[in-house]
């Protein structure tokens, strides 16, 4: 918010007693910045000016107004309705559901204990960090991972291997893992999306986020996704500061 004080000045003859000169002043407006709301100056100037009033207008743009609390930057969070966190939960439950109803059935797939393609090449080297048995599967080509510079990226693997020292070999424990990180990045899709557009677009991101299929199906593999959205939208809640 702008306070300007607007000063109406008769047209006059003023004698500068320090510079010795003559300044000629035509009427017109004179505007500066004051946090007084109303100046006069004495009639009997030292300058011999005539009396001159001051009138202050306070200036606030559109769309700056300040609330009770003195917040200027009231975003969309500042005021959240009752209902936005039932809702919230209910698609917390609903994404849990899905996930559970899911792995219970991909438990039963013929691919569950012998991944293919990708998922196959990070258990191969998970498990063998873990047990310290490169021997690659039978009739799988050795993918030399110990002899040659990195054909993928590490990071994944790494994650898989520790998930396997600390809940076993088995094959359900990472992709529950990797479900419950599925929720956890519904809700940081939630506070993102709500900090920045509202409740509204907070709980869209979230139900995005805890029901869509390609999702829950990539929770599933044993493959790097979840843990990349993870680590985006951590760094997007980092940027906001």
Same mark, same amino acid.
């Given at each position: 918010?702008?306070?300007?004080?607007?000063?109406?000045?008769?047209?006059?003859?003023?004698?500068?007693?320090?510079?010795?000169?003559?300044?000629?002043?035509?009427?017109?407006?004179?505007?500066?910045?004051?946090?007084?709301?109303?100046?006069?100056?004495?009639?009997?100037?030292?300058?011999?000016?005539?009396?001159?009033?001051?009138?202050?207008?306070?200036?606030?743009?559109?769309?700056?107004?300040?609330?009770?609390?003195?917040?200027?930057?009231?975003?969309?969070?500042?005021?959240?309705?009752?209902?936005?966190?039932?809702?919230?939960?209910?698609?917390?439950?609903?994404?849990?559901?899905?996930?559970?109803?899911?792995?219970?059935?991909?438990?039963?797939?013929?691919?569950?204990?012998?991944?293919?393609?990708?998922?196959?090449?990070?258990?191969?080297?998970?498990?063998?960090?873990?047990?310290?048995?490169?021997?690659?599967?039978?009739?799988?080509?050795?993918?030399?991972?110990?002899?040659?510079?990195?054909?993928?990226?590490?990071?994944?693997?790494?994650?898989?291997?520790?998930?396997?020292? %600390? &809940? #076993?070999? =088995?094959?359900?424990?990472?992709? !529950?893992?990797? *479900? +419950? /990180?599925?929720?956890?990045?519904?809700?940081?899709?939630?506070?993102?999306?709500?900090? %920045? &557009? #509202?409740? =509204?677009?907070?709980?869209?991101? !979230?139900?995005? *986020? +805890? /029901?869509?299929?390609?999702?829950?199906?990539?929770?599933?593999?044993?493959?790097?996704?979840?843990?990349?959205?993870?680590?985006?939208?951590?760094? !997007?809640?980092?940027?906001?500061?």
């Amino acid at each position: 918010m702008k306070t300007v004080v607007a000063v109406e000045i008769s047209p006059f003859f003023v004698q500068d007693t320090l510079q010795g000169q003559r300044v000629l002043g035509k009427s017109g407006i004179l505007a500066m910045k004051s946090t007084n709301s109303e100046i006069d100056t004495p009639r009997n100037s030292p300058l011999g000016m005539p009396s001159c009033h001051a009138h202050v207008k306070n200036i606030e743009p559109e769309g700056t107004a300040h609330d009770h609390l003195g917040s200027r930057d009231s975003g969309p969070t500042k005021r959240t309705s009752p209902r936005v966190w039932p809702l919230l939960v209910l698609l917390v439950l609903a994404g849990l559901a899905l996930r559970i109803w899911y792995l219970s059935e991909r438990v039963h797939a013929p691919d569950f204990t012998a991944p293919m393609l990708d998922p196959h090449l990070n258990d191969y080297w998970a498990r063998a960090m873990v047990t310290g048995d490169w021997t690659p599967p039978e009739f799988a080509a050795d993918p030399q991972i110990r002899s040659t510079p990195y054909g993928r990226p590490p990071g994944y693997p790494h994650v898989l291997a520790a998930v396997y020292r %600390l &809940f #076993g070999l =088995g094959y359900t424990a990472p992709r !529950a893992v990797q *479900m +419950a /990180l599925g929720i956890v990045n519904a809700l940081l899709a939630f506070f993102l999306a709500r900090a %920045l &557009f #509202g409740n =509204g677009t907070g709980l869209f991101a !979230a139900a995005f *986020m +805890a /029901l869509y299929w390609g999702f829950i199906y990539s929770e599933g593999e044993l493959n790097a996704p979840v843990y990349l959205v993870f680590l985006a939208l951590v760094f !997007a809640h980092a940027l906001r500061g």
